[in-house]
């Protein structure tokens, strides 16, 4: 069975510092893909990343970066330059592909993240 | 991007009166809806995964007469709580995926209703 785990609750960091938030996967299926999400306050759910299991590179888009170790199955989100915009809860997850699009994405506990000025 | 429209993304209805929450994708055919309920500060809840005409597929626990869910078109998709209590209050949310390609695979979500039952 599939599973999604983050192990920090809560995150402080100081605004323009980097900051890594921390996931680990679990899965059968050799083609799965792994996101990262961004819910604010208003509830609403932003996407951020993806990254493929067979993709060759880490995905990137803009200030944010997977760094993808696919032996360790961990799928750590690095946000470059914080701001204090990017206070929210952010969460992890992962679809399984191998029956395409019907397949569903489970998301792990989520981790707070609190830029301080 | 893709845009999911969900509405209302607010009601409070009284006990035992049921809801009705649609989820539209606007610029994209959805082949397959998702809907999720999310307690405070907890992670989302995947309760059922509904496929453009036929029946939905529901997680264990999830209550298949509590929580009516069709998919009539590759557009639309609607989720009523039926006879609501108050432990039915929750944040609901729908997402849409389309047939794959250039996507990612990815999930659009909708904006959300919070329900509240009095």
């Known amino acids: 069975a599939q599973k999604i785990t983050q192990t920090q609750p809560g995150m402080f960091v100081q605004e323009k510092e980097a900051v890594t938030l921390d996931c680990t996967y679990d899965?059968?299926?050799?083609?799965?893909?792994l996101f990262w999400y961004k819910q604010p306050s208003s509830g609403e759910m932003i996407f951020l990343i993806y990254?493929?299991?067979?993709?060759?590179q880490n995905a990137t888009e803009g200030r944010y970066s997977l760094n993808f170790q696919k032996a360790r199955k961990s799928a750590n989100l690095v946000i470059s330059a914080s701001q204090l915009g990017d206070s929210a809860m952010y969460f992890c997850?992962?679809?399984?592909?191998?029956?395409?699009?019907?397949?569903?994405?489970?998301f792990g506990s989520g981790t707070r993240l609190s830029i301080r000025p | 991007g893709a845009v999911v429209s969900q509405h209302p993304s607010r009601v409070i209805c009284k006990s035992g009166t049921s809801v009705k929450i649609e989820c539209r994708s606007l610029?994209?055919?959805?082949?397959?809806m998702f809907w999720y309920r999310q307690f405070p500060k907890q992670s989302l809840m995947l309760m059922a995964t509904?496929?453009?005409?036929?029946?939905?597929?529901?997680e264990q626990g999830v209550e298949k007469d509590k929580f009516l869910i069709n998919h009539a078109s590759l557009t639309l998709s609607t989720l009523t709580v039926t006879s609501a209590h108050p432990e039915d209050s929750s944040f609901y949310i729908c997402?849409?995926?389309?047939?794959?390609?250039?996507?990612?695979?990815?999930?659009?979500f909708g904006s959300g209703t919070q329900l509240s039952v009095l």
């Open positions: 997402s849409a995926s389309g047939a794959g390609g250039g996507r990612g695979e990815k999930l659009f």
């Open positions: 899965t059968s299926d050799p083609s799965y893909g």
């Open positions: 990254q493929g299991s067979y993709d060759q």
């Open positions: 997850a992962m679809r399984e592909l191998r029956y395409s699009s019907a397949s569903k994405i489970i």
């Open positions: 610029d994209f055919q959805a082949t397959t």
């Open positions: 509904s496929n453009e005409g036929s029946k939905a597929t529901y």
